[in-house]
C-alpha cells in the first residue's frame, strides 16, 4: 500500500494534524490519542471560557472539524481526494455533472416508484436495503481506489465519492418516508 506523506498544492492537512499517514486506512486509536494530545493542550480549563480567543476558538473547531472528518469514512475519503487532486486539471468537469444529475433522477425515480406502491413500507425497505448494499460496495471501491492513489485512481475515487453522496442522500429521504 502506497503512503503518502507530502501534499501537493498547499491544503489543510489534517491527518499532519494528528501525526497521521496521508492515507485512507488510519489507525481509529492513533487518531484518538492526537485528538486528546491537542484536546489537553489547547482547552482552557473547565469554566475558563474568559480565556478562549477569537483564535483559539476558530483553531479548537477546527480540530473539531479535522476529527470528524478523519473519524467518517466517506468524509475522509473526501479529504484524501480533495488534498492529492490537482485542483487545475478537471477536463471531464461538464460530463460529471450530466452525469450526477442522470444517477440524480434515477435514484429520485426509484424512490418515487416504491413510496407510490400499494405496500409502500415494504417497497421502502426493500429500497433502503439495496441503497445499503450499493453503498457498501462503492465503499469498497473507495477504499481500493485510495490504496494506490494514482491520478487515475483519484479522478475513479472522485466519481465514486459523488455517487455515494447521491446514495446517502436518497438513504436519508427514503428513510424518511418510511418512517411517514
Known sequence: MTR????????RNYFDLFGLPTD???????????YR????????DAGDDDSI????????????????????????????VELLADP???PDRQTRQHADLITEL???????????????AAEVATLLTSLAEQAASLEKKL???????????????CEVLRTLRHVESHQREAAGRGAQ
Open 4 to 11: 503518502i506523506f507530502a501534499v501537493p498544492h498547499g491544503r
Open 24 to 34: 485512507f486506512a488510519i489507525d481509529a486509536s492513533a487518531l484518538a490519542a492526537g
Open 37 to 44: 494530545d491537542w484536546h489537553d493542550t489547547t482547552r482552557p
Open 53 to 80: 480567543t477569537p483564535g483559539l476558538r476558530r483553531g479548537l473547531n477546527e480540530i473539531e472539524r479535522a476529527y470528524r472528518t478523519l473519524l467518517d469514512p466517506i468524509a475522509r475519503a473526501a479529504h484524501l
Open 88 to 90: 487545475a486539471h478537471d
Open 106 to 120: 434515477e435514484l429520485r425515480e426509484c424512490r418515487v416508484e416504491a413510496s407510490n406502491r400499494p405496500d409502500a
Open 143 to 157: 477504499q481500493h481506489l485510495l490504496a494506490e492513489p494514482s491520478r487515475q485512481n483519484l479522478a475513479a475515487a
